[in-house]
């Protein structure tokens, strides 16, 4: 009775914890509520199932019970724990958390943390003030992009391949495989396409990704090129006639139905790193039948890399390289970097060009020819005055002068040996107009000059009033 009272008076004066109801309840039941919240928000059913199990680990493993057991320190102190390393019953070590999948985890809860203070269930968020680590001192994957040459294999590949990877035949895969590399899309937002999300008959043909399977969560219109438009109304006309039966006639419900039916469809994502693997080896295997090539042979040509999903320096080729590979060759073609970013659907430009660029030493071999060829500066600035011939002789003006060449109004540009020869030694040649070096050297034989030195052509007056300096 006594608490009722003091709660009583304490709502009578305004002082009351807007958040003791909150405080009282199970942390777990809070989590299930945010989950709530992300599917509302219109997320996918996989991302908001990774985040709530990013946002229960942490909270289990820091021993999580009510909202007053929030820290923000023994988050961080559970991130650095799993990030080390540890042995398993056997005593081999097993790799610790990465830094980019801590940074995963710290994003969930704190976004977590965000949603209670916007919800009116806690003053605030307790995980504001921890920041990512940088991810670049731990990279776990690095991987790289393919070749046009080994695209085209890989495609070929899958088109001869009898293999029925979890329900895509290779026919589908193929095609799959085209729409990746030439437009960027990734694995989950390919699984989301339907005959409706391409528009081939448009004036400008494109696929559109909606928003709800978009990483950054808005609605994407991409468009085609020319030679995959082809190759979609192909393959389109052979899933139709592969799907019709001469005894059935369709409805209209049951057409619309079939156009909203996935392209890609299957549990494909969460193994599309081996399916691609699949490929290349099939394509690494002809390519070697077809060149009759040893693998010492492939050492001794460097080639040891060629369709390998990892290279001699450890990067891998996995599904979401036909990302890099579809921004990669956008650089080595010369788009600009803005068009590249809009294509990508990346927040920054540094995103694109760092991460997602990988360009060999031919591509970088080919950028030197943009610049220009270096020439003597003596020879280029003499022959750009006119003052010399190819074969490096005194000549006339080049506006055009008939007066014969002791009549020359200018001189050679002087190098760095003419100017230490000018200032130590005299020369044995008369002016041609007597008394102009005289006023320089008042000591100096009337027989004698020295010539004069400085940034610009010499000049002793006009004869002919032309003049190129």
């Known amino acids: 009775m006594s608490e009722l009272v003091r709660q009583a008076r304490r709502e009578a004066a305004g002082d009351i914890d807007p958040f003791e109801d909150h405080r009282k309840r199970p942390l777990a039941e809070h989590v299930e509520d945010f989950s709530s919240f992300l599917e509302s928000k219109g997320n996918t059913s996989e991302h908001v199932a990774l985040t709530v199990s990013r946002v229960l680990s942490a909270f289990e493993g820091c021993h999580f019970k009510t909202l007053a057991d929030l820290k923000a320190g ?8 799993r990030r080390k390393g540890k042995k398993n019953d056997d005593g081999e070590d097993i790799a610790g958390l ?7 985890h710290l994003v969930a809860v704190k976004s977590f943390g965000n949603w209670l203070v916007k919800d009116r269930r806690w003053p605030e968020n307790q995980f504001a003030h921890l920041s990512r680590l940088n991810a670049k001192v731990d990279v776990r994957c690095e991987r790289r992009a393919l070749s046009a040459d080994e695209l085209g294999r890989v495609v070929a590949a899958a088109e001869r391949s009898a293999v029925v990877f979890r329900g895509l035949e290779g026919q589908t895969r193929a095609m ?19 005959a ?8 400008q043909p494109c696929v559109t990704l909606k928003a709800a399977y978009s990483k950054h ?7 085609l090129r020319e030679d995959l438009v082809a190759q979609l109304r192909a393959w389109f006309e052979e899933r139709e006639r592969r799907s019709d039966e001469p005894n059935v006639v369709l409805s209209m419900e049951s057409a619309t139905e079939a156009k909203r039916e996935r392209l890609f ?9 081996k399916m691609l693997r699949i490929e290349l080896n099939a394509a690494r295997k002809a390519w070697m039948d077809e060149a009759k090539v040893s693998a010492d042979e492939l050492k001794r040509r460097s080639r040891t890399s060629f369709l390998c999903p990892v290279d001699d320096a450890g990067r891998v080729c996995d599904f979401h390289g036909l990302r890099h590979t579809f921004i990669s060759h956008l650089a080595a073609g010369g788009v600009h970097p803005k068009v590249a970013q809009k294509l990508a659907r990346h927040s920054t430009i540094g995103l694109t060009m760092d991460r997602y660029t990988h360009l060999g030493l031919l591509d970088m071999a080919s950028g030197l020819a943009a610049l220009p060829s270096i020439v003597g500066k003596e020879s280029v600035s003499c022959q750009a005055t006119g003052t010399l011939n190819d074969i490096g002789e005194i000549c006339g003006c080049t506006n055009g002068c008939t007066a014969p060449a002791e009549n020359n109004c200018s001189q ?16 044995t040649n008369k002016p041609r107009f007597p008394g102009e070096n005289e006023a320089l050297c008042e000591d100096s034989d009337p027989s004698e000059s020295v010539k004069v030195v400085g ?6 007056g006009l004869k002919v009033r032309c003049s190129t300096n």
């Open 176 to 194: 799959l495989y085209r729409i990746a590399s030439m437009t960027g899309l990734r694995a989950n937002e390919l699984a989301s396409l339907t």
């Open 98 to 104: 990465s830094v980019a999948s801590s940074n995963h």
């Open 217 to 223: 969560r808005r609605e994407d219109v991409l468009p």
């Open 412 to 427: 050679p540009f002087p190098t760095v040996a003419d100017v230490g020869d000018a200032r130590t030694t005299r020369s």
């Open 74 to 81: 023994r988050v961080a102190g559970w991130l650095a724990d």
């Open 265 to 273: 469809p299957g549990t494909w994502p969460e193994k599309a790193a």
């Open 455 to 460: 940034l610009e052509p010499t000049t002793y």
């Open 196 to 203: 409706e999300s391409f528009d081939l008959d448009a004036v």
